[in-house]
């Protein structure tokens, strides 16, 4: 058994992309963030993970770290997550599969959105 944990649309702005502008502008990014746990057991908040604590984790990642691509960054958000929650909480991390939208690109008129998915399984 197991539990799909979801956080759609994590708003959040940082300095990511290929162009000089992107790096010395903020920009609007949206995270979606699935973590996929084991069965546990109990109804307390440290049974399993704590969603305000993710949040906050993914919009300081976001914030404070710079990369050209938004595939790097969601590698390092999963990265980030699996090695805090897995050995933090009271339980274990299957998968977790994260999406970077980045709206506001220089292909705004051309479409509504870009976003990356990654996505890595653990043992």
């Known amino acids: 058994m197991s539990y799909d944990i979801n956080i759609i649309g994590i708003k959040t702005s940082g300095k990511h992309g290929i162009y000089e502008i992107e790096k010395s502008n903020n920009q609007k990014f949206l995270v979606d963030i699935k973590i996929i746990i084991d069965n546990f057991l109990g109804d307390e908040i440290h049974d399993t993970i704590n969603y305000e604590n993710v949040v906050d984790d993914v919009i300081r990642i976001v914030k404070t770290e710079s990369f050209n691509l938004i595939e790097t960054l969601?590698?390092?958000?999963?990265?980030?997550?699996?090695?805090?929650?897995?050995?933090?909480?009271?339980?274990?991390?299957?998968?977790?599969?994260?999406?970077?939208?980045?709206?506001?690109?220089?292909?705004?008129?051309?479409?509504?959105?870009?976003?990356?998915?990654?996505?890595?399984?653990f043992k």
Do not use: A, G, M, R
């Open 74 to 121: 969601s590698k390092e958000i999963t990265q980030e997550i699996y090695k805090k929650y897995n050995s933090e909480s009271n339980v274990k991390i299957f998968e977790i599969i994260v999406t970077v939208h980045k709206p506001d690109t220089i292909l705004k008129e051309k479409t509504n959105n870009l976003s990356v998915t990654y996505s890595e399984k």
